[in-house]
């Protein structure tokens, strides 16, 4: 990068001719002017150069000037567009008045006692805050709603990311959908009946085929953390305080050492004896550690509550295929069209 060596490089002859990173163009531009060398290269340079002279060039500033007409038009277009951030204001109000709703609505039921606040009994999330609100006043208005607001996206679109994976894979895999239907069966007796809590605990091949969807389409594909001090990796890579790491859950799920055949779809992975060869980091989609996902136990029986609901009602049939759907690298997974899925009604 330093000008000196740049200046012994580029105005010798000796060094002109350009590498093997131009072989990548060579079909498409043969040997023009800018891949080839030598005596070719020269004879072209040559003839082409007096296209370049003052005079042509004078006659070209019309047509520079028409393109630029033309450009400064579309970019009046571009600007007259409301800018993206009034969009994003709007967009968030639209969200926190939402919100703020739901808050309020409970913070009603909440002083009339509706919702009982004995000290042992635990509290779904918003009766909790608004009580350490009251009982320890270490959380302001603000802060409730900020966490209704990440609890709201973190809750939501994680979980409809993953249901709309996982109907797509069902849909594809007639066999493990009848297997799932039969575990329904098996464990609900009725199969019209609602599912409770333990068994949902119970089914356990259903939740070996969330586990591998989770593995295929992690809704949280990546994330990211800054280094809080300097550490060498286990392959020897020195890296500083304060680097910006990215850690690709996605491509984890994807190697072919950890989940041979990575790309295909096997709940079989997470049977307890193959589960128990693995790396504990080797399988992350709600992260690990201390700050790995607070609502995993919730997001797992919501999924398995829908699957139910589902699979009781329809025989999912395929449309859009693993191959056919293009991914889209938002901050949760998702597919560039919406995924389609053709639902048969289901005599159970
Ligand atoms: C399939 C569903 C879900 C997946 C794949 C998922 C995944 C994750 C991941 C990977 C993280 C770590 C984020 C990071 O390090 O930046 C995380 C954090 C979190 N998740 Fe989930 N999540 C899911 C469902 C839920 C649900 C249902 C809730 C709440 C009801 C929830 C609430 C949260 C919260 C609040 C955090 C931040 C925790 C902290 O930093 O202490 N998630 N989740």
């Known amino acids: 990068m330093s000008p000196e060596d740049l200046a012994l490089i580029l105005p010798d002859m000796k060094h002109s ?4 990173a131009y072989d990548l163009i060579h079909r498409w531009l043969g040997s023009g002017l800018l891949t080839s060398y030598g005596t070719h290269w020269q004879v072209r340079r040559k003839i082409l150069t007096p296209a ?74 918003l009766d909790l805050l608004l009580t350490v609100q009251k009982e320890e006043g270490i959380i302001d208005d603000e802060g409730i709603r900020e966490e209704v607001d990440t609890f709201m996206f973190e ?45 949902l605990q119970e089914l356990k091949y259903m939740e070996r085929v969330i586990k591998e969807v989770l593995r295929l389409y992690p809704s949280v594909h990546y994330i990211s953390r800054e280094l809080g001090e300097d550490m060498v990796t286990t392959t020897g890579y020195k890296l500083r305080k ?30 307890p004896e193959n589960c128990d060869k693995r790396h504990p980091y080797a399988y992350i989609p709600f992260s690990a550690g201390p700050r790995n996902c607070i609502g995993q136990r919730f997001a797992m ?28 690298e938002d901050i949760v997974l998702r597919t560039k069209e919406n995924i389609k899925v053709k639902f048969v009604p289901r005599e159970m």
């Open 17 to 20: 001719k350009k590498s093997i």
């Open 242 to 271: 304060g680097t910006i790491l990215q850690l690709h859950i996605y491509d984890l799920h994807y190697n072919p050492v950890i989940y041979p055949e990575p790309e295909k779809f096997d709940p079989d992975r997470f049977l």
């Open 155 to 199: 809750g939501h679109d994680t979980v409809s990311s993953a249901i709309n994976f996982a109907l797509m894979v069902l849909a594809n895999h007639p066999t493990v959908q009848e297997e799932i239907v039969q575990e329904m069966k098996d464990v609900l007796g009725d199969t019209k009946k609602k599912p409770v809590y333990n068994d």
């Open 52 to 125: 370049f002279h003052f005079s042509i060039l004078q006659d070209f500033i019309l047509t520079f000037n028409e393109s630029t007409e033309e450009l400064v038009e579309l970019l009046k277009k571009e600007v007259e567009k409301p800018p993206k951030f009034y969009e994003e204001r709007k967009l968030i109000k639209l969200l926190h008045n939402f919100t703020n709703d739901i808050i309020a609505k409970r913070r009603k039921d909440f002083h009339q006692g509706i919702v009982a606040s004995q000290k042992k009994k635990r509290l779904a999330m």
């Open 301 to 328: 029986l919501e999924l398995k509550a829908v699957l139910c609901g589902i699979l009781s009602n329809f025989t999912l049939q395929p449309v859009d295929t693993p191959e056919s759907i293009v991914m889209v």
